[in-house]
């Protein structure tokens, strides 16, 4: 294993279900660990025979749904000043939060869903939906919903292919951003098309 991932898999088999759920939650709040890897390695763990796979998903569902319901949270009691304040910069770019504002406010409900499987960007949508003042209920259920998707999916990838750990983390950090890139083109690609159409319209 590469020598973060090493080191993350070590500590999730010292503290197992609290490790798991500290580390998810933390990444709800975009510490730079990979959500999807972790869920992996938890995987991995119910693999191992440390952990079981039911008891983790739900631990898994736990602490990706905190995480995303504190940083929604936060966005909406104090999204603007944190968005604005240079400390944070880093994560909440002036091009990552134009995104997060135009997704949310031509898609909604549907941007709180997807955006649960872009690590690049769900933590600004997430934030810019409390801060835009998103309903909670419609918040929680589409990420909710999400969740309920991809955690089980993850987990189980590291639960079955245990005996290949080191390339099964490989394939699933390549899988998230050839996703991601994916996800961002045919959002450019929409977006172009909605531009011609509204210049359409005014002619």
Not at 24 to 38: R, S
């Amino acid at each position: 294993m590469i020598g973060s991932v090493s080191i993350l898999t070590q500590y999730l088999e010292s503290f197992t279900y609290i490790g798991l759920f500290l580390i998810l939650f933390l990444c709800g709040l975009g510490i730079p660990i990979p959500e999807d890897i972790t869920l992996v390695i938890g995987g991995y763990l119910a693999y191992q025979g440390l952990t079981h796979y039911p008891q983790t998903v739900c631990i898994g569902l736990l602490g990706v749904m905190v995480g995303d319901l504190t940083l929604y949270s936060i966005g909406r009691r104090w999204g603007t000043g944190i968005i604005n304040h240079h400390r944070f910069n880093w994560i909440f770019t002036v091009k990552r939060m134009a995104k997060a504002q135009w997704y949310l406010r031509q898609y909604g409900k549907r941007t709180i869903f997807f955006a649960r499987f872009l690590s690049g960007v769900r933590g600004c949508v997430y934030i810019t939906a409390g801060a835009l003042k998103m309903n909670t209920f419609d918040f929680f259920l589409m990420d909710f919903l999400a969740a309920l998707l991809s955690v089980p999916i993850f987990v189980y990838i590291g639960y079955y292919f245990g005996g290949h750990i080191d390339n099964t983390v490989n394939f699933v950090n390549k899988s998230s951003l050839i996703i991601l890139a994916l996800v961002i083109a045919s959002v450019a690609i929409l977006a172009f098309l909605y531009f011609l159409k509204k210049q359409k319209s005014r002619q």
